[in-house]
């Protein structure tokens, strides 16, 4: 049985692909909080034990914010993709659609396109928005 020897200097313990490289973490775990604070207590000044404190709290603060920045954006992303659930379960069904001049339209939706990124209704080959359709109507009986 033959071995091919390979290299792996210069990569960290845990990487097995050289091409990956170090991804760095953008985020503090409650472990680097505690790891942190156990560093400035071990090394703190005995005359001043507070002096060192402060800086836990506003990384604390920065890494809150930064959750819910991102907090913010998964709730945007499951906003998206519910307009387009939504969209998606009217396609083939007859709508009643407020139209801009506040006169009621009624058609099929044809297709849904994307514009600025949000699902348009395609009705009567007119671009509605989702939130302009006020009914949804049975299907005439055939």
């Known amino acids: 049985m033959s071995v091919t020897a390979t290299s792996t200097a210069g990569l960290a313990p845990w990487t097995t692909d050289p091409a990956a490289g170090r991804v760095p973490i953008k985020t503090l775990s409650q472990q680097d909080f505690l790891k942190l604070l156990v560093a400035q207590i071990t090394s703190q000044n005995p005359l001043q034990p507070n002096a060192d404190l402060g800086s836990i709290a506003q990384m604390a603060q920065f890494t809150a914010l ?15 993709q ?9 396609l083939g069904r007859p709508v009643a659609i407020a139209g ?11 297709a849904i396109q994307l514009e600025a ?8 080959d007119q671009l509605y928005r989702l939130d302009q359709v006020v009914a949804i109507l049975t299907p005439p009986i055939s």
């Open 117 to 124: 990124g949000e699902p348009r209704l395609v009705v009567n």
């Open 66 to 80: 930064e959750q819910a920045r991102q907090m913010q954006a998964d709730l945007q992303q499951l906003r998206d």
């Open 100 to 110: 801009d001049d506040t006169a009621r339209i009624e058609g099929v939706v044809q």
């Open 82 to 90: 519910q307009q387009w659930l939504q969209a998606a379960a009217l």
